[in-house]
């Protein structure tokens, strides 16, 4: 026992440190043209690179074919590719990772790379007003691993309240606390890494493919963080045990690294001759006939292809690329189809429900603590060694999960704060939210990043609805998202932000913040310049101007019981209509949840493999 216990300690954890100066050096220019590359990086506003035409060939035929190799297609396809004989074949339109996508605190510069689809919103009258043509931005990972390959890293499954709530959406005992606890606990391998975090073993895995950990160590700022949330009566938490309260975050590393799901759930399994995944794949059409999946249809370096499937299609492209495959395969409402001349082929809600988390990133924090600012080269060696601010996406140090007035006395978190440590704003960081020369000047032109720390409020339990459309048949234009964040005709979601405004500046009044001189920063806006400074009504206005979706798109083919009521697919991930035809991505979820979506993707991913391993009687 324990000599395997070694024998899988080996394997994952490196047995010499590769700070040599080589290596040292790699990185260091790795970085610097990451960052040189970003100023004047472009995004693509279309998807012609994947244009192909011609006459279609066959490629194969294989028992499942799985869209997309994101979080939940990771998932997918490494679970069903246990049943040996069954195949495989997973389209994703991007390519692998690399050394860059490895670096967690990359986080900002790989939005501008090759790693992001790079989409945006329609213009928005409610929120993002701050941006550019009033757009919400929507990075999404392209690649194997999707968007865990730019995510902020962040492991948080939500609340059993949420899952309480999505069994009766789903009218399903599989999709209750109990049930998704199970699953959550088998994709993860937690490793306490820091004795002075909290953890309660009964709520984590120990032996799944998902890597858990904190990052270490923690910055002075994010301690004073923890402090203040003490002084104020609440507890340092595992937010991952339902209970309310902050913590360091948990995150998606090893020793250091990112973790990106296709590293935790693909890569350990790439032998299994079951399982191939197609990259630069990118697919155009799924062929039905009658309620049956036949086919899939795709481009592939400039040539046309369809692959013939035996027994079911998985479609994992995301909240907003599953959307925009069924509806080009005819699947999705009625009339949007008609408009646009694609033939219909069900009328269903896809794209109709569109949900997230909102973020109001407006608090900027001026402190008398300095962030020491050393050369790159010191830590790169650090990040080499699994440590230091390069280890952790964006210094996404910590969490706390809170009610609101909606849900006081109820223990259902409604608001969370994610603070972000020294150097949470760039010139970057501005270029990634398409912030106006205005905005920009008034939030962070002056700040001193090194002494100045940021704490997002985000708004869980969302109602706002969006939408997704497509702009023509064309499969290789970008889709229409209207956010229409904090449109809510009770003004409810915005009233969460701005309670969750109010908790930040009474904890910038306790004594741990004090002790450095903690002072608020960025601002006022002159767009609510006819507010008096930091009333009530300046922070509405504030709120509108400088918040943004959280990159969480969800919901856009709920699960539930009834397409009259909205949703798209039922308990056991079908779309509704089809006999073999399975979503397994964020589209799925019925609401956001109090949580970030990540960890239920994987869930989900978890629930689809022993779906189908019970539809065809296997073991689980
Ligand atoms: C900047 C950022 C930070 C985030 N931070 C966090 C965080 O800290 N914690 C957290 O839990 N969540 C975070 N998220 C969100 C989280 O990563 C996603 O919600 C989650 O990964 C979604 O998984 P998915 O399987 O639904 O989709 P994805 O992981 O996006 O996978 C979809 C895959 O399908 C592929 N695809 C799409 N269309 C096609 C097509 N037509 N043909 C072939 N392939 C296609 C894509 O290339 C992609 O690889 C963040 C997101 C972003 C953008
Ligand atoms: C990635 O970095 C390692 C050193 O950590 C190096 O050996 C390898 O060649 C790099 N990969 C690429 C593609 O440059
Ligand atoms: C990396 O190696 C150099 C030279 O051997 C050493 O001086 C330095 O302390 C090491 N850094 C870390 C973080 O281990
Ligand atoms: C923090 O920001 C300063 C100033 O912009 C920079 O010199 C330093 O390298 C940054 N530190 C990290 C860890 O990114
Ligand atoms: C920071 O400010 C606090 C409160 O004003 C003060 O007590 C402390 O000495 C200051 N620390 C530094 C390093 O300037
Ligand atoms: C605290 O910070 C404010 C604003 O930056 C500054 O004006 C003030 O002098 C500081 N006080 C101390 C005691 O450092």
């Known amino acids: 026992m324990i000599a395997n216990l070694l024998a899988v300690f080996l394997l994952v954890v490196p047995l010499h440190s590769q700070n040599d100066s080589a290596t040292v050096e790699y990185y260091v220019q790795l970085i610097t043209d990451l960052y040189k590359n970003g100023e004047t990086y472009k995004w693509p506003t279309d998807a012609y690179e994947y244009y192909s035409d011609g006459k279609r060939q066959q490629y194969g035929s294989y028992d499942f074919v799985v869209i997309g190799a994101g979080a939940g297609g990771s998932v997918a396809a490494s679970r069903l590719s246990e049943i040996e004989n069954w195949n495989v074949l997973v389209l994703e339109a991007g390519g692998y990772g690399d050394n860059a996508t490895d670096v967690p605190n990359l986080y900002t510069p790989i939005e501008f790379s090759h790693y992001n689809w790079a989409y945006n919103s329609t213009p928005q009258k409610t929120c993002c007003l701050g941006a550019r043509n009033q757009l919400c931005l929507y990075p999404r990972g392209k690649g194997v691993g999707g968007t865990t390959l730019i995510n902020g890293l962040v492991y948080a499954r939500g609340y059993k309240s949420d899952f309480d709530k999505w069994e009766k959406f789903a009218n399903d005992k599989r999709w209750g606390y109990d049930s998704v606890l199970h699953y959550f606990k088998k994709s993860e391998n937690f490793v306490h890494n820091d004795k002075q975090a909290p953890y309660d073993p009964s709520y984590h895995g120990t032996g799944g493919y998902l890597r858990v950990e904190y990052h270490q160590p923690n910055s002075p700022q994010l301690n004073a963080f923890l402090e203040a949330n003490k002084e104020l009566g609440f507890d340092i938490v595992d937010y991952n045990a339902n209970k309310l309260g902050a913590s360091q975050s948990q995150i998606n590393t090893i020793n250091g690294r990112r973790l990106d799901g296709a590293k935790a759930f693909l890569r350990p399994v790439r032998q299994r001759k079951n399982l191939e995944i197609l990259t630069h794949s990118y697919v155009k059409k799924i062929l039905t006939d009658k309620g049956v999946a036949k086919a899939v249809e795709f481009s592939h370096k400039g040539k046309n292809y369809f692959v013939e499937v035996k027994k079911e299609v998985i479609l994992a492209a995301g909240a907003i690329g599953t959307s925009q495959i069924l509806m080009w395969s005819g699947i999705g409402p009625k009339q949007h189809l008609e408009d646009l001349k694609i033939d219909v082929v069900a009328d269903l809600p896809v794209g109709t429900a569109l949900r997230d988390n909102t973020l109001f990133y407006g608090l900027t924090v001026h402190t008398n603590y300095t962030e020491p600012v050393r050369p790159l080269r010191d830590y790169v060696e650090e990040y080499l060694n699994g440590v230091g601010p390069f280890a952790i996406a964006n210094n996404n140090a910590g969490v706390g999960f809170y009610e609101s007035s909606y849900t006081k006395g109820t223990g259902i978190p409604d608001i969370e704060l994610e603070f972000i440590a020294a150097n949470a704003t760039s010139s970057l960081s501005a270029r990634s939210l398409e912030l106006t020369e205005e905005t920009y000047e008034d939030l962070w032109k002056n700040i001193n990043v090194p002494q100045s720390f940021t704490v997002y409020v985000v708004s869980l339990h969302d109602v706002s609805k969006g939408t997704i459309r497509l702009k023509s048949r064309n499969p290789y234009e970008y889709p229409m998202i209207d956010t ?108 956001p949840l109090a949580g970030h979506p990540n960890a239920p993707t994987v869930m989900v991913g978890e629930q689809l493999g022993d779906l189908v391993k019970l539809t065809y009687n296997k073991k689980l």
């Open 484 to 591: 229409n964040l904090l449109s809510d005709s009770g003004n409810k979601d915005i009233r969460v932000l701005y309670e969750g405004v109010q908790l930040v500046l009474k904890l910038l009044k306790t004594k741990a913040f004090r002790a450095m001189n903690a002072t608020l920063q960025g601002g006022p806006l002159r767009a609510c310049r006819k507010h008096e400074y930091l009333s009530e009504d300046y922070w509405y206005c504030a709120i509108r101007q400088v918040s943004s979706n959280l990159y969480h798109p969800l919901g856009t083919c709920p699960m539930g019981t009834d397409p009259k009521k909205g949703a798209v697919v039922d308990s056991k991930l079908k779309v509704f209509g089809f006999r073999n035809l399975r979503v397994a991505d964020a589209s799925v979820f019925p609401f």
